[in-house]
């Protein structure tokens, strides 16, 4: 079973940035997606980024102010947000499915691990 481990979630002002971290307790396949996905109050979970095989995908309203990368050394996958709006305020999940080469944002059920979840909160 693999373990993902979140941190970095917090309170900004709009305009700020936040980095958030996923630290995976093994890598069990290096065929893989990894993604980063929110929900927001009264919404359903959405994707937000993701890696895999085919390169890295963005939800359309974070192209440009959000960043997905991974250090594969440390087993850590990250989301670089800047320019956050009161519009990115959510739960912030970060999500991996092994032993497949690619998957899709619009779809969560593909994923198989999922980390914790980490608050951001974007309000003047």
């Known amino acids: 079973q693999v373990q993902l481990v979140q941190s970095g979630g917090d309170s900004v002002q709009p305009g700020g940035s936040l980095r958030l971290s996923c630290k995976f307790s093994?890598?069990?396949?290096?065929?893989?997606?990894m993604g980063w996905f929110r929900q927001r109050p009264g919404k359903e979970r959405e994707g937000v980024a993701g890696?895999?095989?085919?390169?890295?995908t963005y939800r359309e309203s974070v192209k440009g102010r959000f960043t997905i990368s991974i250090d594969n050394g440390a087993k850590v996958l990250y989301l670089d947000m800047n320019n956050l709006k009161p519009e990115d305020t959510a739960i912030y999940y970060c999500a991996a499915k092994f032993g497949r080469d690619v998957c899709h944002l619009g779809r969560p059920e593909e994923y198989d691990f999922w980390g914790q979840g980490t608050q951001v909160t974007v309000s003047s």
């Open positions: 093994d890598f069990i396949d290096m065929r893989a997606c």
């Open positions: 890696s895999d095989a085919s390169g890295i």
